[in-house]
T-cell receptor, first 111, second 112 residues
Framework: DAGVIQSPRHEVTEMGQEVTLRCKPI?????LFWYRQTMMRGLELLIY????????DSGMPEDRFSAKMPNASFSTLKIQPSEPRDSAVYFC?????????FGPGTRLTVT | GEDVEQSLFLSVREGDSSVINCTYT??????LYWYKQEPGAGLQLLTY?????DMKQDQRLTVLLNKKDKHLSLRIADTQTGDSAIYFC????????????FGKGTRLHILP
């Protein structure tokens, strides 16, 4: 298995632009998680899905953030409009019954 | 809600054993995890332990779980320079909300 796949790996954008991060979970995993990691706040859970349904989005910072999972093999995290404080590494992770594996992350820089 | 705490730094001499400690608050946690993150990389699942186990060993790694004290530890035997990384402890309660709560990570520094 190729593991969790994220794209793009790096994204540099200007403040106010829309950013879309993509994730392909491991086949057969039924849960998907989006995390954000910064030096200041560490690793934060933004949202997670179970069987494609959002279960808990309490970690989503504000309405500028949205996430979808239209099917079992694809999820997106969108930021619109982006702000410099959104600069971070965004990780997607997928989980089977007991194991959770992370993707390589997308490093987002908003200037 | 669940909280996971770990010390931020640990320095160990090469060849010695490293012991990274973690405490959690949810006594109903079902799985406990250790992840390793090297600079510029994602989180790599090292090992996990189910809550009905006391110990799990995998090559140089030994995980000890004390449910009474809600304390988890990761021992790395014969620490090598390649072990230099940040180690995250995480707890998961699959009977409640299935969220995986992470500690802030322990940065392991290897001394020559």
């Amino acid at each position: 298995d190729a593991g969790v796949i994220q794209s793009p790996r790096h994204e540099v954008t200007e403040m106010g632009q829309e950013v879309t991060l993509r994730c392909k979970p491991i086949s057969g995993h039924n849960s998907l998680f989006w995390y954000r990691q910064t030096m200041m706040r560490g690793l934060e859970l933004l949202i997670y899905f179970n069987n494609n349904v959002p279960i808990d989005d309490s970690g989503m910072p504000e309405d500028r953030f949205s996430a979808k999972m239209p099917n079992a093999s694809f999820s997106t995290l969108k930021i619109q409009p982006s702000e410099p404080r959104d600069s971070a590494v965004y990780f997607c992770a997928s989980s089977s019954w007991w194991e959770q594996y992370f993707g390589p992350g997308t490093r987002l820089t908003v200037t | 809600g669940e909280d996971v705490e770990q010390s931020l730094f640990l320095s160990v001499r090469e060849g010695d054993s490293s012991v990274i400690n973690c405490t959690y608050t949810d006594s109903s946690s079902t799985y406990l995890y250790w992840y390793k993150q090297e600079p510029g990389a994602g989180l790599q699942l090292l090992t996990y332990i189910f809550s009905n186990m006391d110990m799990k060993q995998d090559q140089r790694l030994t995980v000890l779980l004390n449910k009474k004290d809600k304390h988890l530890s990761l021992r790395i035997a014969d620490t090598q320079t390649g072990d230099s990384a940040i180690y995250f402890c995480a707890a998961r309660n699959m009977n409640r909300d299935d969220k995986i709560i992470f500690g802030k990570g322990t940065r392991l520094h290897i001394l020559p």
